[in-house]
């Protein structure tokens, strides 16, 4: 029996698939009986490594050693070559990254019951924004950390048009249709024809209109919504100086607080000189019970679990239109209240660069949003309000299809997998049946 399976290695969640010979997709438990994992690994000082909601409950229930998330972020980047540093041991994020992939390869491969070989992963239409050798040399970091975690065979395929393929199978007939994808990372946009009779079609160039992408997703929304209401009860754009008539009077520093509300950028923050360059600016600090606890964040490494509550708030406020949240982890606990305003007011920005980027594909497929049936929406962030609402208004005659926004880009890739092996394995097949002398019929 030939195996292949589709990893949806997202910046934030993942998920797979398996699928053998011809059969439907199957879903692979990757964590307890989830079949999502958050993309997350914490190093024990044992150099133990854990993944996943363990790895996170570890690093908030204060266990020694380092927790990563959104790794999948420098993929592409010079931060690649640079590696990080653990326990003053360097180590690379090729490797911190097929440890990951291996994890959920052998999750695989307990289901299989064998080694699976064949794999098609998923991939954002850009890595980088308008930088092709990044774009390209990311992929290629991502083919050699899959070899590494044991896969043979490997393929990619863009997320989008994976979204689009798990959802195919139930619409009867050829139909138009386009793909939001709103990722940990990136959002991706695609155009695609999609429908029954076009799934035993091997190649599907000619059904894909158009793709976009660009490198926003829900991670950047939590750093918005992180900067506009949770940063400045930590010190962010508060004032320094003024403490002589000759002492100038200027906003502190901003960069150290953006580095700590990104979410690959965190661990940076952990370092004598940052802590160091944070107690200076308290010194200087005209609100210095702000400050304090930003020095506090980094003495204590608690940017995760800041960063953490800020994503829970802002899954909070997709159903409910305010709420107070408790900084439980900060000596002096204080409340912050948010609402779905100060959300919509943080992520707009970014929201209308996605938008602008569906225009794009519109215009590059050459039709008109009136002319799409059916609008798949993938991606945990396609569910906040304003997304939805914007949706909605641009695309009032399609149906919207939103089920298993977690996963169906797994399911889709493992669709995609099975044209892609099956073929492969039905030509060799062929190849020893005419060396052979039989021919297969």
């Known amino acids: 029996m030939t195996f292949s399976c589709g990893i949806d290695f997202g910046t934030t969640n993942t998920a797979a698939a398996l699928s053998i ?68 041991n360097k180590i ?15 999750k695989i491969d307990l289901v299989a019951e ?46 989008p048009i994976a979204a689009a393929f798990a959802h195919e199978a139930n619409i009867a007939k050829e139909s138009l249709a386009c793909v939001i994808d709103v990722g940990g990372g990136t959002s991706d946009v695609s155009i695609i024809k999609i429908g029954q009779p076009l799934m035993s079609k091997v190649d599907r160039t000619d059904d894909i209109l158009s793709s976009v992408g660009i490198r926003i ?26 403490q002589t008539p000759y002492d100038k009077v200027m906003t502190l520093p901003t960069i150290p607080f953006r580095t700590m509300a990104e979410w690959s950028s965190i ?49 909070q406020l997709t159903e409910q239109d305010t709420t107070n949240v408790l900084l439980n982890f900060v000596s002096d606990k204080p409340v912050v209240a948010v609402s779905r305003q100060n959300l919509n007011e943080s992520i707009e920005l970014d929201v209308a660069r996605i938008f602008k980027k569906i225009d794009e594909c519109f ?42 926004k977690f996963s169906s880009v797994s399911v889709g890739l493992t669709y995609d997998s099975i044209r892609r092996f099956s073929k492969r394995e039905s030509f060799k097949e062929c190849m020893i049946g005419s060396r052979t002398g039989y021919s297969g019929r």
């Open 267 to 315: 661990n940076s923050m952990y370092t004598y000189k940052e802590l160091n360059f944070a107690r200076k600016m308290l010194f200087n600090a005209q609100e210095k019970e702000k400050l304090q606890r930003f020095v506090e964040l980094i003495e204590k490494q608690q940017g995760y679990s800041l960063l953490n509550t800020v994503e829970k708030t802002k899954i």
């Open 92 to 106: 690379s994020f090729s490797e911190l990254l097929s440890c990951f992939l291996k994890n959920i390869k052998d």
């Open 217 to 242: 997703g829900g991670n950047d929304f939590d750093k918005d919504l992180s900067l506009k209401s949770f940063m400045p009860v930590f010190g962010y754009q508060t004032l320094q100086g003024g």
């Open 21 to 88: 010979n011809e059969n439907e997709p199957t879903l692979i438990c990757l964590e307890g009986d989830s079949v999502t994992i958050p993309s997350t690994l914490f190093i024990g000082t044992d150099k133990r490594i854990y993944f996943g909601k363990q790895a996170m409950q570890l690093y908030m229930n204060g266990a020694n050693g380092r927790c990563m998330r959104s790794l999948k972020r420098v993929l592409g980047t010079d931060l690649m070559a640079s590696g990080t540093y653990f326990n003053n």
């Open 363 to 404: 215009i590059q497929a050459d039709i008109k949003p009136d002319d799409i049936q059916y609008v798949i929406l993938t991606g945990g962030s396609t569910e906040i309000p304003l997304i939805q609402d914007i949706v909605f208004h641009n695309f009032p005659n399609a149906v919207l299809s939103q089920d298993n």
């Open 114 to 159: 064998t080694n699976v070989e064949n794999v098609v992963l998923g991939r954002p239409v850009h890595f980088q924004d308008n930088n092709p050798n990044s774009d390209l040399r990311a992929e290629n970091e991502l083919r050699q950390i899959a070899q590494k975690a044991g896969f043979k065979n490997i393929e990619f395929q863009y997320e």
